[in-house]
């Protein structure tokens, strides 16, 4: 990065007006720049001194636009806060506050945490990103962090939405978006601010998913939100609540069919023609939208699979690709054998979309 970052060492403040108050128990340091246009920091620097074993392989990042999701808060994994219904002692969490020389005024502040995965490749680093809403110089930092990162996640759907596709699209006027694509989170009981930003003009290059998802009040749900964005396995690791199945399918807080209601949101994915909740023992459909034919014949081929695994092996995700169609399962961790399905069209799905969207179905299956 072009820009000199000053790392000083200082004990808890209190948070400024621009940013909610944090428990005075967090580790917090500072970062200064005498730019006057400052860029974002590495992430890798951002990231090296947060805990042991380096720098993660994976990382996230999290930006509340226009601080229209207040519940949440990587603080809520906080591990050294043992009174936290749920902090995990493997997680800690950090505070960055970024300002230029000179000035106590936040350019934006960083709160961290390292995810422990199973394994050393599951390992992610959580960035998440406070800036002043409308600020410039905290957007143009915001986004340069999150054109860093492996993904990349907005908390959307409010009315500032129309200012952050301008400065969007100023940010990637000079060079093309080089980042991720952009996870627009949307508040699910607020449908027509989802189907504006899906109608909205973005910049060349840049590719956007927009999921629907309910905010919630409870200690959990930032985990929740977390475990829907990078799978079962890194969020709920780091003790936060598990968004999968956890009791028998219920009914959906409508009052409708709760397996409906979550093969709905998987067919809103880009490219679907079919999706289903499928028994594994015996490749039979519990329920179906779309293609049911395209739906049987995967379920069929994702049963023999799975039946070919070694019954130990804890199986996460099965995917596979044929000339016109992406494959996605996932499992239901509390209902063995029930999964979730996507068939996408090869030319039109993303699988990362597809992973996306299951994971919020399967979050309403619990």
Not at 345 to 350: A, N, P
Request: hydrophobic share 45%.
């Amino acid at each position: 990065m072009s820009d000199a970052f000053s790392p000083l060492a200082f004990p808890p403040v209190a948070a400024s007006k621009a940013h909610s108050a944090h428990p005075p128990e967090l580790d917090t340091r500072e970062l200064r720049t005498r730019s006057v246009s400052p860029s974002a920091p590495a992430i890798e620097s951002l990231l090296s001194r947060e805990g042991n074993g380096g720098v993660p392989p994976q990382t996230l990042v999290v930006w509340d636009v226009g601080h229209t999701w207040p519940t949440f808060s990587l603080t809520q994994l906080d591990g050294s806060d043992k009174a936290a219904p749920t902090a995990h002692a493997s997680t800690r969490v950090q505070r960055v506050m970024l300002r230029q020389e000179g000035s106590q005024a936040t350019l934006a502040e960083f709160l961290i945490a390292l995810l422990p995965g199973h394994t050393e490749a599951k390992r992610w680093g959580v960035i998440q990103v406070r800036t002043s809403p409308g600020d410039p110089l905290g957007t143009r930092v915001a986004l340069g962090l999150l054109e860093q990162a492996d993904r990349a996640v907005l908390l959307a759907g409010a009315p500032s939405d129309k200012d952050l596709l301008r400065r969007l699209t100023d940010f990637s006027r000079s060079a093309p978006w080089g980042g991720p694509s952009l996870l627009l989170v949307s508040p699910a009981d607020k449908p027509s601010r989802a189907d504006r930003l899906r109608r909205s003009n973005w910049p060349r290059g840049l590719r956007t998913h927009v999921l629907e998802v309910f905010p919630g009040s409870e200690p959990g749900w930032s985990a929740q939100l977390l475990a829907m964005v990078l799978g079962e396995g890194a969020a709920a690791d780091s003790g936060g609540a598990h968004v999968a199945a956890t009791a028998p399918l219920r009914s959906d807080r409508t009052g409708g069919n709760g397996t409906e209601a979550a093969l709905t949101l998987v067919t809103q994915a880009p490219g679907v023609v079919a999706s289903a909740l499928f028994d594994a023992s015996s490749g039979d459909l519990c329920a179906v939208q779309g293609a049911r034919d395209e739906a049987t014949a995967a379920a069929g081929r994702a049963t023999r699979m799975l039946q070919a695994l070694d019954e130990a092996a804890a199986l996460e995700e099965l995917t596979w690709h044929s000339a016109k169609r992406l494959n996605l399962v996932l499992a239901l961790p509390d209902h063995p054998r029930l999964h979730l399905l996507a068939v996408a069209d090869r030319d039109f799905g993303e699988l990362a979309a597809l992973r996306w969207h299951l994971a919020v179905a399967r979050s309403q299956l619990g």
